[in-house]
């Protein structure tokens, strides 16, 4: 789960499209930008925020807002101690501009454990659902727990009592409304042999299954974990599973999350996968490794375009949203001391990807 890597790449600069009024970066497959590049702002400053802030999860609000969600803490793992007597804590800001400004942090759930990778949704009834897990220290080891917490007015309160979802199971990934009476959620144990699943929740959310096993004993995955889903133009959901050990996987469901198919090799590695269909119908698949990047489906899933390196900056656990004008804006963190949560926006072309300036 907390596993560097670095990448590399070359920097291509392009003129301005007609109709564009930024000035652009094309990259063609690797494009290495720094954290203080004009492609790149930090949105996550104010005192509330702590001084690590990571693992950031954006969607777009019914009232045209996007809001962002991140961890807040001392460290990567922040239990409880003095300075945070209740341990990380999850805060949020809003954007009402597609992103070019943020409100200052504010705390949106902070509960006596380390509460951590937090992921938003706003459901077809403009309920908006926050997951997250637990992580604390025990004398029988660490132990996990997936939880969720509600908003039910446009994110200006939060729930104070977490739900329960799944107990020793963490989460990267949001809630994924696949029907307006069903969600589903990846999740996924640590430690020991990895079980990555999926559990399914009425349309409140309130109501969870046990998790579903996405696949029990695949040889070609040994370590699965991190997991996102997406349901394709045939109806079919597709899961895409973080590994250390080997490339991503994917796996399909036909029955809306009861089984699934074993999970085959994507092709590329990446930790921490996020899914996000664009109005002119490709898919983004955004990820760690290499960097902050990103490949793009044309047909389905069934092959890649990519990496496409979106920033050098190696924290990443990347989100996207679709601006108004057909732009992407992706959030994502940078990892060390002195970490953020950052944002830029990119176009998708024919050849690449488009940087935008801010």
């Given at each position: 789960?907390?596993?560097?890597?670095?990448?590399?790449?070359?920097?291509?600069?392009?003129?301005?499209?007609?109709?564009?009024?930024?000035?652009?970066?094309?990259?063609?497959?690797?494009?290495?930008?720094?954290?203080?590049?004009?492609?790149?702002?930090?949105?996550?400053?104010?005192?509330?925020?702590?001084?690590?802030?990571?693992?950031?999860?954006?969607?777009?609000?019914?009232?045209?807002?996007?809001?962002?969600?991140?961890?807040?803490?001392?460290?990567?793992?922040?239990?409880?101690?003095?300075?945070?007597?209740?341990?990380?804590?999850?805060?949020?800001?809003?954007?009402?501009?597609?992103?070019?400004?943020?409100?200052?942090?504010?705390?949106?759930?902070?509960?006596?454990?380390?509460?951590?990778?937090?992921?938003?949704?706003?459901?077809?009834?403009?309920?908006?659902?926050?997951?997250?897990?637990?992580?604390?220290?025990?004398?029988?080891?660490?132990?996990?727990?997936?939880?969720?917490?509600?908003?039910?007015?446009?994110?200006?309160?939060?729930?104070?009592?977490a739900l329960m979802v799944?107990?020793?199971?963490?989460?990267?990934?949001?809630?994924?409304?696949?029907?307006?009476?069903?969600?589903?959620?990846?999740?996924?144990?640590?430690?020991?042999?990895?079980?990555?699943?999926?559990?399914?929740?009425?349309?409140?959310?309130?109501?969870?299954?046990?998790?579903?096993?996405?696949?029990?004993?695949?040889?070609?995955?040994?370590?699965?974990?991190?997991?996102?889903?997406?349901?394709?133009?045939?109806?079919?959901?597709?899961?895409?599973?973080?590994?250390?050990?080997v490339n991503m996987h994917?796996?399909?469901?036909?029955?809306?999350?009861?089984?699934?198919?074993?999970?085959?090799?994507?092709?590329?590695?990446?930790?921490?996968?996020?899914?996000?269909?664009?109005?002119?119908?490709?898919?983004?698949?955004?990820?760690?490794?290499?960097?902050?990047?990103?490949?793009?489906?044309?047909?389905?899933?069934?092959?890649?375009?990519?990496?496409?390196?979106?920033?050098?900056?190696?924290?990443?656990?990347?989100?996207?949203?679709?601006?108004?004008?057909?732009?992407?804006?992706?959030?994502?963190?940078?990892?060390?001391?002195?970490?953020?949560?950052?944002?830029?926006?990119?176009?998708?072309?024919?050849?690449?990807?488009?940087?935008?300036?801010?």
């Amino acid at each position: 789960m907390w596993i560097r890597g670095r990448g590399d790449g070359n920097l291509q600069t392009g003129v301005c499209p007609a109709g564009e009024n930024h000035a652009t970066t094309f990259c063609s497959r690797r494009c290495r930008m720094s954290a203080g590049s004009p492609y790149s702002q930090r949105i996550s400053r104010g005192e509330l925020a702590g001084s690590y802030q990571a693992f950031p999860d954006a969607c777009r609000l019914k009232n045209g807002d996007i809001l962002c969600v991140f961890y807040a803490g001392y460290g990567h793992v922040s239990l409880p101690n003095r300075e945070y007597p209740r341990g990380g804590r999850i805060c949020f800001v809003i954007s009402s501009d597609e992103g070019r400004t943020w409100s200052q942090p504010q705390v949106l759930y902070d509960g006596p454990d380390d509460d951590r990778d937090p992921h938003i949704t706003q459901l077809h009834d403009e309920t908006l659902i926050c997951s997250f897990f637990t992580y604390r220290a025990t004398d029988r080891g660490v132990e996990f727990d997936t939880k969720v917490v509600f908003s039910r007015d446009g994110g200006r309160s939060w729930g104070r009592r977490a739900l329960m979802v799944a107990k020793g199971y963490a989460v990267s990934a949001p809630v994924r409304e696949i029907a307006p009476e069903r969600c589903l959620l990846g999740v996924y144990t640590e430690g020991g042999e990895r079980t990555f699943a999926a559990v399914t929740g009425s349309g409140d959310g309130l109501h969870w299954s046990e998790p579903i096993p996405l696949s029990a004993g695949c040889p070609t995955l040994p370590d699965g974990s991190e997991t996102d889903i997406i349901r394709l133009k045939d109806g079919v959901l597709m899961a895409v599973i973080r590994s250390d050990k080997v490339n991503m996987h994917f796996c399909l469901s036909r029955d809306e999350g009861k089984t699934w198919t074993p999970p085959q090799d994507i092709g590329f590695r990446g930790h921490a996968p996020h899914l996000m269909r664009l109005g002119t119908g490709e898919i983004l698949l955004t990820h760690r490794l290499p960097n902050t990047a990103l490949h793009i489906s044309r047909d389905e899933g069934r092959s890649w375009e990519g990496p496409f390196v979106l920033d050098e900056v190696i924290g990443a656990y990347p989100s996207t949203v679709e601006l108004k004008d057909g732009s992407v804006l992706v959030v994502y963190y940078e990892e060390g001391e002195g970490s953020a949560i950052r944002a830029m926006r990119f176009r998708v072309r024919k050849n690449g990807i488009q940087k935008l300036r801010w």
